[in-house]
């Protein structure tokens, strides 16, 4: 199976929610901070988190992706 790689510019997140809303297995709200991370994701030098996932895992993942009123999440 291919891997994809998830990336979110973690800064640009205004904390809507709307990812954890439709892909809760994948994200979840940073307490304290009011934004949303891949649950699981590392944070790389540039400030975004990344996290690998399974194709067949993209789903909800696409969803949240297009949903993001910022777009700051990206597949690849």
């Not at 997140?13 to 709200?29: D, N, Q, S, Y």
């Not at 307490?31 to 540039?46: D, S």
Request: charged share 30%.
């Amino acid at each position: 199976m291919a891997v994809k790689k998830i990336t979110q510019k973690y800064e640009g997140c205004i904390g809507c929610g709307t990812c954890v809303a439709l892909c809760p297995k994948f994200w979840e709200m940073v307490e304290g901070e009011m934004k949303a991370r891949p649950i699981g994701g590392k944070m790389n030098e540039a400030g975004e988190y990344e996290l690998e996932v399974e194709e067949s895992e993209l789903g909800c993942n696409k969803d949240a992706e297009e949903a993001c009123p910022v777009q700051i999440i990206h597949i690849n």
